[in-house]
């Protein structure tokens, strides 16, 4: 990862695959980003990092006993650590919950942002003789990874590095989640199904957005496929590279009846057995490689949901204006008496007879006041949109660029991973040989 | 060797064998050129050099025809052979090769190339070049075992094959036949008793064997040492031919396990090329939504479908050159039992008519009958000629083995320097293409 601009702030683990990106040199030229100074996110002036994972007891919100596990957070002023300084680092524990709820709370208050998304919540794309078990050792280490990945992402995005809530969340263990809940950010939300109902119903959407919502569909699936195939591929390879440890067996028990070539044959045994084990190691590699796969997986969902907020704040709009123009033509009906669309009113009118002029004055007065509201209306939805547009295009294009680089390290990774797999390969094989020529 | 795609064989049209010209007359593709033999030259003998036709012949065979040579200065004479001093040199070259389809009204058979060079007195000419089919091998192999009694005789392939299961004129199984019946001539020329057998001349130097099928299978009774039917019992076996018994009985379990595991591996394998497939097609499947990520995407796809050949051309090898000759030591095994068998027999004859003959000799004071003591010498003459078998036996199969398993673990090796090839280009042309784009970035 040849990178100029990354930031001496990434934290110090030794996790080879995690990508965090800096964001901020390379994309700012490009952006034209006046929400945030330049350089400044947090990760500039904090060392963050996920050390640990530990497993607690404790009663759950239904009062029951259940074992989860926690998640040190630890920080450190990055002036700190540049002056060479070694402080202690500020720690407290999370679980995978509060990361969720921090998540939730970002996504609502940041609309416009493809949100980085958790490691995955229970073990999928699981190949044979990996565990789907979430206490599973290797399936908490992964995670443990995952969240600091989270963690260094959020920190490092130019808006979301700025969330008081997040500052909370990596410095206030205690009272941490009654702050987020005040905020009222689960009243904000929107529903599921004025979202949806957005979706289908909304008349003009911005071209662009509806290509990205396209785009994360192709994303999403491709992602999918390709974790299904690798995982189906994994399996397969572990029988291969298993089977050969039955060689390691026989090659043992015939060297028995063997006088000269007795010696060689063991020795050969020894590294088939060696072999076989070596895809153990292989595999759990590869697992790094299936978790940044499975991180844009995830990513592309994030995408969609700003999308969708897309065609909701325009939706809206539109129904905004439509009600507007609506209440205009009522208004004009009503001064010059000219009907022209079907009202109800109308109907009782002619049916009843007209209504007296007070009632009518009365009636001009509202719809005034309310036509006010409406253009006031139109007016903030106007605004609403277009901001979320500006914004989540600008952060759209970041993604983009994030992703590009990050996918395409994790191709040039596997490649490495493959290069390594081989050679270790013909370095057992060359062992079994110089036993066989010995015999 | 490896195999393409399956070709038609060269048919040599409507000829019967008999009627082909002989090759010195004809104009036939002939053993020409000079022969590049893995190995030391130094040891070659002139004879070698003389134009064996390697470009047919399998290294392995020209190989392990020079292990031979190493192979018969470990040999202890033996005194009863009054050729034993020439052991270290040879002079007789015998290789099988150039399988061409006849087809005549009555059938479809294959033929081979015998080739012979020799110094031997024995033989009118130096070289002899001709064709056999599978049934003179057969006839060869019926012929010796009947003559040559008390010596282990190689096998031959399997003769009969499923009709429907297997296509006996495929390109692969030819191949596989051939190699497995130069193994038997080659072994059966480097034998010190059984290459100056007037049979193996036969096979080598006439036109028409005129075998006679129905009478060939009969043996003459004196020649040969009757089995089960005889009704003797045997005693006490000496011990190290029990032992003998027992290491063949482990030993054939062993390469029954070994066959199956190959066998298993080449199935898991082939599931995993499956897989492997439909994973390179993923990859460029994807290539359609992104741009950026185009060529890093397509250049995996390759690198993968790269992997797959790697790993079809393994299975194949595996196939054809591990698999066969696995099982032709099983044969080599069983043969080797019957001829344990056949000396067993011949010691409880002996043990048979001793007994008779001693009750006899008390009864009435008969001398020992000739026969007994014809069937002590037959019983030593076995027990000898088995020993300096069994020694021989052990000798090639340790040859034989070292070079099938080294073949594997070449053939491994091999496969994995194709795949980590097909990765390291990968890199280096994605890293071109980042140097590229970095310098047209700072531009």
Redesign the interface.
């Known amino acids: 990862m040849?990178e100029d601009g990354r930031d001496e702030s990434l934290a110090t683990d030794d996790e080879p695959d995690h990508t965090a990106a800096d964001g901020n040199n390379s994309l700012n030229n490009s952006l034209n980003n006046t929400m945030v100074e330049e350089g400044s996110t947090l990760l500039h002036t904090m060392e963050i990092c996920v050390a640990e994972a530990e497993r607690r007891n404790g009663k759950n919100t239904m009062n029951m006993q259940e074992t989860f596990t926690v998640y040190l957070v630890e920080t450190r002023p990055m002036d700190a650590v540049a002056e060479g300084r070694n402080p202690a680092p500020d720690s407290l524990w999370r679980r995978y919950s509060e990361f969720e709820l921090l998540r939730n709370y970002l996504l609502v208050t940041h609309p416009y942002i493809v949100v980085p998304p958790l490691p995955e919540k229970r073990a999928e794309f699981v190949w044979h003789k990996l565990s789907a078990d979430n206490m599973d050792p290797d399936f908490v280490e992964r995670r443990r990874v995952g969240l600091e990945n989270f963690l260094l992402r959020v920190a490092s995005h130019p808006v979301l590095s700025n969330d008081k809530i997040l500052h909370h969340f990596l410095t206030e263990e205690h009272g941490w989640k009654e702050v987020v809940y005040e905020t009222g950010f689960q009243a904000k939300a929107d529903s599921r199904l004025r979202a949806l109902s957005a979706t289908f119903r909304v008349r003009n959407p911005d071209k662009r957005f509806m290509e990205m919502k396209h785009?994360s569909d192709?994303?999403q699936s491709?992602t999918s496929?390709?974790l299904r195939?690798?995982a189906?591929?994994a399996?397969?390879?572990y029988?291969?590279y298993k089977?050969?440890g039955?060689?390691g067996r026989?090659f043992s028990?015939?060297s028995a009846?063997e006088r000269?070539?007795g010696d060689?044959l063991q020795s050969?045994g020894h590294h088939m057995d060696a072999y076989a084990a070596s895809i153990d190691d292989i595999l759990e590699e590869e697992e790094h490689y299936a978790d940044q796969l499975k991180e844009y997986l995830f990513y592309a969902e994030a995408l969609r949901a700003v999308c969708r907020k897309h065609e909701l704040t325009q939706f809206e709009l539109e129904m905004a204006s439509q009600d507007l123009i609506s209440k205009k033509q009522q208004q004009e009906e009503l001064a010059t008496g000219i009907v022209r669309t079907f009202s109800f009113k109308g109907m009782t009118n002619k049916l009843f007879g007209q209504e007296a002029p007070e009632q009518r004055e009365a009636r001009l007065k509202l719809l005034e006041e309310l036509i006010a509201e409406g253009e006031e209306t139109v007016k903030e939805k106007t605004v609403e949109c277009e901001e979320h547009v500006e914004r989540a295009w600008v952060d759209m294009q970041r993604f983009k660029e994030q992703k590009?680089k990050d996918?395409?390290e994790a191709?040039?990774n596997?490649?490495?991973m493959?290069?390594s797999m081989?050679?270790k390969?013909?370095q057992m094989?060359?062992n079994?040989?110089e036993c066989?020529?010995k015999? | 060797m490896s195999v393409g795609a399956p070709r038609v064989l060269a048919s040599s049209g409507q000829k019967p064998i008999t009627e082909i010209l002989h090759p010195l007359s004809a104009a036939e593709d002939q053993l020409s050129g000079t022969v590049s033999v893995g190995g030391d030259k130094s040891t070659q003998e002139a004879g070698l050099t003389n134009g064996t036709p390697v470009e047919t012949s399998s290294p392995a065979s020209t190989s392990s025809l020079f292990n031979r040579l190493q192979l018969d200065d470990d040999l202890e004479a033996d005194v009863r052979d009054p050729y034993a001093e020439t052991t270290e040199t040879r002079d007789l070259f015998v290789t099988v090769d150039d399988p061409k389809k006849h087809v005549s009204t009555m059938e479809t058979y294959i033929t081979y190339r015998v080739s012979t060079k020799t110094s031997r007195v024995e033989f009118d000419l130096p070289d002899y070049c001709l064709r056999r089919r599978y049934q003179d091998f057969d006839w060869l192999r019926i012929k010796l075992e009947d003559s040559q009694p008390t010596h282990l005789i190689p096998p031959l392939p399997e003769k009969f094959v499923m009709k429907g299961v297997v296509d006996r004129f495929s390109e692969e199984f030819v191949e596989t036949r051939m190699k497995a019946l130069d193994k038997f001539l080659k072994r059966v020329s480097d034998h010190p008793v059984l290459s100056f057998n007037p049979h193996l001349n036969t096979f080598l130097t006439a036109k028409d064997l005129n075998k006679r099928q129905g009478l060939a299978l009969l043996t003459k009774v004196g020649e040969s040492v009757k089995h089960a039917a005889g009704g003797y019992k045997l005693r006490a076996r000496p011990a190290e031919f029990c032992a003998m018994g027992e290491y063949l009985d482990t030993f054939n379990q062993k390469l029954g396990t070994i066959d199956r595991i190959a066998q298993r591996i080449l199935k898991e394998q082939s599931e995993y090329l499956t897989e492997l497939r439909e994973y390179g097609t993923v990859y460029s499947s994807w290539v359609g939504s992104e741009e950026e990520l185009r060529r890093p995407l397509e250049g995996v796809s390759g690198s993968v479908t790269s992997c797959c050949g790697a790993l079809e051309d393994l299975g194949e090898g595996m196939s054809q050159d591990f698999l066969p000759v696995l099982r032709e030591y099983v044969l080599y095994v069983e043969s080797m039992k019957n001829v344990l068998r056949k000396r067993d027999q011949s010691q409880a004859e002996y043990e048979g008519r001793l007994e008779a003959a001693i009750i006899r000799k008390q009864e009435d004071r008969t001398p020992m009958p000739v026969e007994v003591e014809k069937c002590q010498d037959k019983v030593e003459c076995f027990n000898a000629d088995l020993k300096a078998d069994w020694e021989r036996w052990q000798s090639n199969k340790r040859q034989d083995f070292k070079q099938l398993l080294t073949g594997m673990a070449d053939k491994n090796v091999n496969h994995y320097e194709k795949c980590q090839a097909a990765w390291e280009s990968l890199i280096t042309l994605l890293q071109d293409k980042q140097t590229e784009d970095k310098t047209s970035e700072s531009n």
């Open positions: 040849a785009y192709e994303l491709h496929q390709l195939a690798r189906r591929v399996d397969r390879l029988g291969v089977v050969h039955n060689y026989v028990e015939w009846i000269e070539m060689g050969a590009d996918l395409r191709l040039i596997y490649a490495v493959q290069i081989c050679k390969g013909i094989w060359s079994a040989k066989f020529l015999m």
